[in-house]
């Protein structure tokens, strides 16, 4: 084991200008602590953090206004000025009650390979001028009901949800995002698929004037992702469309993306403009760039390493230390264990 | 102060603006003043920056005999040794992100990832052949090794190749930036490759090798 001394030594002391505020996910704590090791018992209470923020306040002074500014820790606070979404059902009990990360950091900083290569604010940046517009979905393959949609004719039957879900990348980091969606059940069991389906395929928008790397043979596109039609129905499985209770900000998939919070975040595939339901299990795309190191199920496992690196432990984002050990289908195992009853997960990684 | 010695802290004050950039990062972090002065990935960032300002110092240190060679100024090997010293500096703490970052000091994970994973054997590789270079880089080295000292110092190609190996193997599907790293290297050592062979030519004809071949 690790000796923790760096890190109890760095608890807040409340010095203004030592952390933020407590219970932020931007202060200094967050930066070095593991937040598994943090129990409840040790979270400070909402009297003292109150009796504390006056006297951040108080001697504000020496605390910059755009940090403090940024230190709230009210999620409904956060956003990016983006359109909000309307009557979004909260406390879902399928939501962690670990603190989100900030809008900031959730926004610039993750893949999206159409935008640029690579993790970083590349997507962010490259993202700037994209509006999703009029966007239509196409549901058909093996489904009762094939159809074109508007996006808004789309997701009009069901109600959105806020989803505070753990997001762990194959890249050995991971964050807390509150997402807002539709749970992918709803939308399978609407659209009726026929015996013959046992996959969801699903597809990204090819416009390469609007994603600039599909200009390139960096993947090849459309990127594409699938899961297995008893994955789709899974309750913890979304859609999402928001972010913060605002509409998704481009880069982390605009207009509509999905959700899978037990699986590698590139199961997340975003910006979709078409679901197939099919037979065969579909090549996603990471599988077929390189398929020694990704594979069709990519669940979140501590136990089978990426070839290049070790998945038992993370980085939970903004820490600097991988010192959060990886939990078993990225901590979601009571819900999802079952439906890998009997599989070889070495094997199916 | 002699022309050379000026440039000298020049160059050393130039090359420790990264490390600063990173300190002031991590300072405007650590303060709350811009919580993302370092990304929200402060560890992957700072990993990536002290790597590519190894391979940056390497590369530049090989420019130093080319330069030399091609502009016959003959002060400029002066620089060399600083320059291999600052790609050992920024190679270190390099390594030392992956041991307290990424493993936080569990040796055996740092053992497995060594012998496992083929980009950390090289990096590993390529750090402990900086190493040896920057111990044997002082005058004392040099006068004790004798004509060894340059054998030992031609690592530094080692260095090079091992260092663009290491980032290659390391990215996921863009490899530009690697290719570049390559072509640079390449470049570099392919001028030495021709000189070689151009000398010995010069030898087989009688003739006597130019002075500032090295």
Not at chain 2, 40 to 56: E, F, K, S
Not at chain 2, 133 to 156: D, E, F, M
Request: aromatic share 12%; hydrophobic share 40%.
């Amino acid at each position: 084991m690790p000796s923790t001394g760096l890190l109890r030594a760095s608890k807040p002391s409340g010095g203004a200008g030592m952390s933020c505020l407590p219970g932020s996910p931007y202060n200094l704590a967050m930066l070095i602590k593991k937040p598994s090791d943090i129990r409840s018992s040790e979270i400070t209470p909402k009297s003292l953090y109150l009796r504390r923020r006056e006297f951040i306040q108080v001697s504000g002074a020496g605390l910059v206004a755009a940090g403090f500014a940024a230190c709230s820790d009210e999620a409904g606070a956060q956003g990016g000025g983006l359109p909000k979404l309307a009557n979004v059902k909260k406390g879902s009990p399928l939501s962690t009650s670990e603190a989100p990360n900030s809008y900031e950091h959730i926004t610039s900083y993750n893949n999206f390979y159409e935008f640029a290569s690579g993790a970083g604010d590349g997507p962010k940046q490259n993202s700037k001028n994209f509006k999703p517009g009029n966007w239509k979905i196409k549901v058909d393959g093996e489904v009762a009901k094939p159809a074109d949609y508007l996006l808004e004719d789309f997701i009009k039957p069901y109600t959105l949800e806020e989803r505070i879900y753990r997001h762990r990348c194959v890249e050995a980091w991971s964050l807390v995002i509150p997402w807002v969606g539709i749970p992918l059940k709803d939308i399978v069991d609407h659209v009726q698929p026929t015996s013959r389906a046992k996959f969801v395929k699903f597809t990204t928008l090819v416009d390469p004037t609007r994603f600039p790397m599909q200009r390139t043979d960096l993947l090849s596109w459309p990127y594409v992702e699938g899961l297995r039609l008893d994955e789709a129905r899974h309750p913890l499985t979304i859609l999402a469309v928001g972010l913060y209770g605002e509409v998704l900000p481009a880069q982390n998939g605009a207009p509509i993306r999905l959700v899978v919070p037990w699986k590698y975040g590139f199961k997340g595939i975003k910006s979709i403009v078409r679901m197939e339901f099919v037979e065969k299990q579909p090549l996603n795309t990471w599988q077929q760039q390189a398929p020694n190191e990704y594979g069709f199920y990519a669940n979140v496992n501590p136990m089978v390493d990426h070839p290049r690196w070790s998945q038992a432990r993370e980085k939970r984002l903004p820490s600097l230390f991988a010192t959060t050990k990886t939990q078993m289908f990225n901590g979601y195992a009571d819900q999802v264990a079952s439906l890998y009853t009997g599989m070889d997960l070495k094997k199916n990684f | 102060m002699k022309r050379i010695s000026a440039i000298k802290l020049v160059v050393f004050a130039a090359a420790l603006i990264p490390a600063a950039a990173l300190v002031y990062g991590f300072y405007k972090l650590y303060y709350g003043i811009d919580l993302n002065a370092l990304t929200a990935n402060p560890g992957d960032y700072i990993t990536d920056q002290t790597g590519t300002w190894t391979l940056a110092f390497l590369i530049i240190s090989l420019c130093v005999t080319p330069l030399r060679r091609l502009t016959k100024w003959n002060e400029v090997i002066r620089l060399r040794r600083m320059l291999g010293l600052f790609a050992f500096f920024y190679g270190t703490l390099h390594m030392l992100t992956w041991v307290v970052f990424n493993h936080f000091f569990d040796w055996n994970a740092m053992l497995k990832d060594v012998g496992e994973r083929p980009f950390i054997t090289v990096g590993m590789a390529t750090w402990v052949i900086l190493l040896a270079l920057a111990v044997t880089s002082n005058q004392y080295s040099i006068r004790k090794l004798k004509r060894k000292w340059q054998s030992l110092h031609r690592l530094a190609y080692a260095a090079g190749i091992g260092g663009v190996i290491h980032f290659w193997w390391l990215v996921k599907a863009d490899t530009t930036e690697p290719r570049r790293w390559a072509a640079g290297l390449g470049l570099l050592l392919g001028m030495r490759v021709w000189w070689a062979a151009r000398k010995r030519q010069f030898f087989i004809k009688g003739g006597k090798p130019s002075p500032a071949v090295r």
